[in-house]
């Protein structure tokens, strides 16, 4: 047996997508830039995934872009580094984010801080970002917001349109930016309608293969040339993202939204784990939730000691962020969420997908149940 509820570090491709980019290697293989068949053949292909993309945001303006990247990291830097650096004029003024983003935004807003740009890093108790520091911090000095649509760790939903309202009253200049890596596919999102005007987006969370992303960015961005490209070579994607398009994987992450659906049983079997674990166990519940993830507490048993007992039974959740699960970083986002770092360091992460029924929920109970009475706790 193997239940697998760790669908926020990565997720299982689905048949169709192994299908599909099995086809692309036999049947696409040209170079989307080429002028003869085999290279048309590419680049109609291309053009397809690209406008089913769009399409499943609901994008109705036909001068709004999609940049293919290598994945969600890369589209998190071409939009923050590329527009912090668009302009001369830039320099030296202010992007607005929060302390519980993913590191594909935290780094490069660090490398920005390094070159002299000012980052201002809101909170996020309880899941909700602090609204005094946000207008605080908003005035004409704000070339950039970018804030996630939901938190990888606690599931947390931030209100992206009113956020993104709220700059845009400030200056319709400001350029707003959500890493939505872990809303996209999971809810409904439109970025024209959350005053949104760049998007990030990863083919390997929605059970499409790894290393290819997408950047969503407006029509007004493009007009207004706000965004600069950082990677230099042959112009592809119209300039901005240089290389040969990763074409097998484009399509992989075209046919994974095609087959893509997050039904509400989702939400309802995170319910029916809330309710059914043991007292003992703490959720650590946002304002509001994602209907895929779950963050619990456990009473004096480390994330890791639990995370080896229910990997010896084939069930894998996890303990942080995967990114950064490996590097010996304490966690920042629980603390950030209001838990002490004890607390953080006992707290497990549950993410769920389409695939998963009630009696794989009754399994991961029993299992944590099992965990609470045989393993040996740091406290009491």
Same mark, same amino acid.
């Given at each position: 047996?193997?239940?697998?509820f760790?669908?926020?570090a990565?997720?299982?491709?689905?048949?169709?997508v192994?299908?599909?980019?099995?086809?692309?290697?036999?049947?696409?293989?040209?170079?989307?830039?080429?002028l003869?068949?085999?290279g048309?053949?590419?680049?109609?292909?291309?053009?397809?995934?690209r406008?089913?993309?769009?399409?499943s945001l609901?994008?109705?303006?036909?001068?709004?872009?999609?940049?293919?990247?290598?994945?969600?990291?890369e589209a998190?830097?071409?939009?923050?580094?590329?527009?912090?650096r668009?302009?001369?004029?830039?320099?030296?003024?202010k992007l607005?984010?929060?302390?519980?983003?993913?590191p594909?935004?935290?780094?490069?807003?660090?490398q920005?801080?390094a070159?002299?740009?000012?980052?201002?890093?809101?909170?996020?108790r309880?899941?909700?970002?602090?609204?005094?520091?946000?207008m605080?911090?908003l005035?004409?000095?704000?070339v950039?917001?970018?804030?996630?649509?939901?938190?990888?760790?606690?599931?947390?939903?931030y209100d992206?349109?009113?956020?993104?309202?709220?700059?845009?009253?400030?200056?319709?200049?400001? !350029?707003?930016?959500?890493?939505? !890596?872990?809303?996209?596919?999971?809810?409904? #999102?439109?970025?024209?309608?959350?005053?949104?005007d760049m998007?990030?987006?990863?083919?390997?969370?929605?059970?499409?293969?790894?290393?290819?992303?997408?950047?969503y960015?407006s029509?007004?961005?493009?007009?207004?040339r706000?965004l600069?490209p950082?990677?230099?070579? &042959?112009?592809?994607?119209? &300039?901005?993202r240089?290389?040969t398009?990763? #074409?097998?994987?484009?399509?992989?992450?075209?046919e994974?939204v095609?087959?893509?659906?997050?039904?509400?049983?989702v939400?309802?079997?995170?319910?029916?784990?809330?309710?059914?674990?043991?007292?003992?166990?703490?959720?650590n519940?946002? !304002?509001?939730?994602?209907?895929?993830?779950?963050?619990v507490? #456990?009473?004096?048993?480390?994330s890791?000691?639990?995370?080896?007992?229910?990997?010896?039974? &084939?069930i894998?959740?996890?303990?942080?962020?995967?990114?950064?699960?490996?590097?010996?970083?304490q966690n920042? !986002?629980?603390?950030?969420?209001?838990?002490?770092?004890?607390?953080?360091d006992?707290?497990v992460r549950?993410?769920l997908?389409?695939s998963?029924?009630?009696?794989?929920?009754?399994?991961?109970?029993?299992a944590?149940?099992?965990g609470?009475?045989?393993?040996?706790?740091?406290?009491?």
């Amino acid at each position: 047996m193997e239940l697998y509820f760790d669908n926020s570090a990565t997720t299982k491709p689905y048949d169709s997508v192994i299908d599909t980019m099995r086809e692309a290697m036999r049947e696409y293989w040209g170079n989307p830039s080429s002028l003869h068949t085999k290279g048309y053949e590419a680049e109609k292909k291309l053009s397809e995934a690209r406008k089913t993309i769009l399409d499943s945001l609901n994008v109705r303006d036909p001068h709004a872009e999609l940049f293919f990247t290598s994945g969600g990291t890369e589209a998190d830097n071409l939009a923050l580094l590329g527009t912090m650096r668009a302009k001369a004029r830039n320099k030296g003024k202010k992007l607005i984010t929060t302390k519980s983003e993913h590191p594909a935004i935290l780094e490069p807003a660090k490398q920005l801080e390094a070159e002299g740009y000012e980052v201002v890093y809101l909170s996020c108790r309880g899941g909700k970002v602090d609204m005094n520091e946000y207008m605080a911090a908003l005035d004409k000095n704000v070339v950039m917001v970018s804030i996630m649509t939901v938190n990888n760790e606690t599931g947390a939903v931030y209100d992206i349109k009113k956020l993104f309202t709220m700059a845009k009253a400030v200056s319709p200049d400001i !350029v707003t930016h959500t890493d939505a !890596v872990q809303a996209y596919m999971k809810l409904k #999102l439109s970025p024209e309608s959350m005053k949104c005007d760049m998007m990030t987006m990863s083919g390997h969370k929605i059970h499409g293969p790894k290393g290819i992303g997408a950047l969503y960015v407006s029509a007004e961005c493009m007009k207004k040339r706000t965004l600069s490209p950082h990677t230099f070579g &042959g112009g592809q994607e119209k &300039g901005f993202r240089s290389g040969t398009e990763n #074409l097998p994987a484009i399509l992989g992450f075209a046919e994974a939204v095609k087959a893509g659906v997050c039904p509400a049983s989702v939400g309802e079997l995170r319910e029916y784990i809330l309710k059914n674990l043991s007292a003992e166990i703490r959720p650590n519940i946002p !304002v509001t939730a994602a209907p895929h993830i779950l963050n619990v507490t #456990l009473p004096g048993i480390r994330s890791e000691t639990m995370l080896h007992f229910l990997s010896s039974k &084939g069930i894998y959740v996890s303990s942080g962020s995967a990114c950064s699960s490996n590097s010996g970083h304490q966690n920042y !986002v629980l603390p950030d969420f209001g838990l002490t770092d004890k607390e953080a360091d006992h707290s497990v992460r549950i993410s769920l997908d389409a695939s998963h029924v009630r009696d794989d929920a009754d399994k991961l109970i029993e299992a944590l149940n099992e965990g609470l009475k045989t393993l040996v706790r740091s406290e009491k």
